[in-house]
DNA sequence: AATGAATGAGGGTTCATTCAT
DNA sequence: GATGAATGAACCCTCATTCAT
């Protein structure tokens, strides 16, 4: 089957990207990987880039629509950015260099390839930034820019990359998206100083 | 002047780095931005290698210092982890690659550097778990796991760069460091919530 | 055809390393005088070095063995020590450059590969040697050290090399190698002298 | 003293050039090793193939120089052969690779260069075969043509060089040069065939 | 569809040479 | 006389890409 030889090539090739980025892998190592010739690379794929790009469009899509999906959900605010922080750690742990490559803007990435991923972000930044707003007007969230809360929230879930790498491991109580979820609510500070802030 | 030479390599080659990373930045650019033969950048550093190191280190040594340093400060913790806060934003706004490589462990960096950096990065790990320890302890910050909070700190801190990117713009009230200080103390929680929790 | 491109580089490459060493020789000009890319050198070989050293291996083999089954003849030690003559001074003349690789030990020689060489160089010797212990044996021989003898006889036979370049040409009546065996055998002295000796 | 820096550099050069040869030698090894800056080796020499050639030179000269003064003694034609080989086994023993570089005509030589070269060579080779030429006059050599004789006893002195790599030690009787000397006389076949040939 | 030999632009690096000091 | 920072041509080698099979 066709696409057999093609999947093969990508599942290898994320791999290999995965473990020693764009330009540390060559087509020669992909190649004898996934077990195929290296002109075989060249009639899946127009290029390097291409190979490159299509793997993070494949990953990225699946990631990107399951959290944009969650606008057309009728959940509450909170369960829905407990959802994302969900996704996202989960995009992480699942595809870490792909989380990686989304979240950098390399420069080797092309115009297209940047707009189509730019797009995709905004989107996803609207579905928080919505959601944000909502939940400041029901009053469980605290009053502010909601566009500035959705930047940040986002940028704290982008850090379960590192997160992971630091070693926080799961006790049995919470897992780290639930950890991450109840920092990003409740923040460091301590209830004597809330109610203190009274 | 010796040094002017060097330096002004270093710079370029900062920039260089920056905007495309380590593979993707050739020692020809890096010499033609810089005004100099190729040879004169070999006559400085040993490889392309020691040339990226050297940066990291020039740089990176300031920031590690100057955060390990404010263990030895009187100041409340609150004040010490706001400290911490805007010498990583700086850090960022004025070092955004040099931050970046840091955190990220490419695979390229060698064992040698890899153990000075992380060794670095567990000493500054430390001067935030100790800060919120004592926190804990008189109230200020809330009951937990000061392990786990430093670490979910520094990453909040840590995403300072992708921040940047993302157009959050100072506006007159707060500056970037502030907002983030506030977002790590306080949450997003609504107060009404708060009070439930109680 | 494959073998066509790979003998066709080593040929050049041989008559290059020839005329000007190994290190005054660059694969580029070895490309160009092969009429290939650069690449394409590599595709074949690994490097430059084992370029150079499967030329020394292809063609010093052939030297080497129909030396060392010399041992396994009947031919009586004086014939045996005319035919490595012939076969020594052939080396020279078809393969000058590559017997002066194999008499001279360059530094830039890597051990392993010494090692096969020196293997080959002292069966050589044995061969020699054996021959002259046999020949002394017999009486055919002058009395004195088999190996020293054998040593000295094998460097005299390499000087073939230099030999050539001093244009001794050919006469009718007797061949270079046939010269060469002459004098091993005889040396120079007069017939007067040698009658005083007695 | 100028001059000491110069011999400085000299001595220190042709103990690299020996070890390593002309191509794998570097100026600024040489410049560590006379313990002086780069360009005072430049200041001395016009460039490095005329450091080298400077002492090819000065080594070279003393050696054809010596060898040549022999056609002006009273001596025999044995004892002259005698002390050329003494004198040339000298040679390589203590300039093992000036020696190596005159015999071979390395193409990186400059024109100029080799013919001052070639002309002590053939002086040498004149002293020799006149040499021969009484010697057969007078029985002491065999018959024979003197040029070719001649160009034999340089090639087979000139494998002192080789000789020396194989360790053929010098025993209490006699030392390397009686023993090439003796070979180079007598030739290796027994009395029993001698008298044979009579 | 698939292959792999061939290509050449470009990479990192070395080093003979120059020149201001 | 002496220095060493600076230079750039040239080196070895890699690798994305092509194309005949």
Redesign the pocket.
């Known amino acids: ?2 696409e ?3 999947m093969n090539i990508m599942t290898k090739a994320t791999k290999l990207f995965a473990q020693k980025g764009f ?9 004898k990987k996934a ?10 794929f ?5 190979l490159f790009f299509s793997i993070i469009k494949q990953k990225g899509k699946a990631f990107f629509d399951s959290v944009i999906k969650l606008k057309d959900s009728n959940k509450e605010p909170q369960e829905i950015i407990h959802e994302y922080i969900i996704k996202r750690v989960e995009f992480s742990d699942n595809n870490y260099d792909v989380a990686k490559m989304l979240i950098n803007n390399n420069e080797m990435i092309n115009r297209d390839f940047k707009e189509v991923i730019e797009k995709k972000h905004l989107e996803v930044l609207k579905v928080i930034e919505n959601t944000i707003q909502k939940g400041i007007k029901t009053g469980v969230f605290r009053e502010g820019n909601p566009h500035e809360y959705a930047l940040m929230i986002i940028n704290t879930a982008n850090s379960a990359n590192i997160f992971k790498d630091h070693g926080l491991k799961d006790s049995t109580e919470k897992s780290k998206a639930e950890k991450i979820f109840e920092f990003i609510m409740n923040g460091l500070k301590g209830k004597e100083d809330r109610n203190a802030e009274k």
């Open positions: 089957m066709k057999d030889t093609k330009s540390e892998t060559s087509i020669s190592q992909i190649a077990n195929v010739g290296k002109g075989t690379i060249y009639w899946h127009d290029s390097k880039e291409d």
